[in-house]
């Protein structure tokens, strides 16, 4: 079980790694855009990562290289909501392929992923931190050598305790 601590730090068996979270912390997720990592149990679900960036990844996790073309859909109106897609300018979306690094490799945590409701959050990951661990929009950020070691650890059926 990997354990997020409200203080800013992820632990796994004898690891501790400081972590930035959402801009309004950790609690009960309301709605899109309320920047609160969600509080509970998720699995993980699997991995996105930017092969130019990422050379090789060791983990049990099913892992998917990142292509250019690829969104995560945050439209609440979108039949897609929470879901990996094709960019489509007609559906708002996140961009996987960016030109920072923080998405360079993404682990999908199992929230509002089973029997999605639209509005109540999509894309929480555990994702690359920038430079300062800023805030995020709800997401786990980690640096980016301390997720790849992370991945490496867990097994298929670890899990992520929020809170």
Known sequence: MIIVKKSGYLIYKNFTFKCALGKNGIGQKRKEGDFITPKGKYK???????????KKINSQ???????????WCDDVRSKFYNK???????INHEKLYRKDNVYDIIVVLGYNLNSIIKGKGSAIFLHVAKKNYNKTQGC???KKNELLNLVSKIKKNTQIKIG
Request: hydrophobic share 40%.
């Open 140 to 142: 786990i950020a980690l």
């Open 44 to 54: 993980l679900i699997k991995i996105y990562y930017r092969p130019d960036r990422i």
């Open 61 to 71: 996790l099913k892992k998917i290289k990142i292509k250019k073309d690829m969104g």
């Open 84 to 90: 990996q897609i094709k960019i489509n300018k007609k």
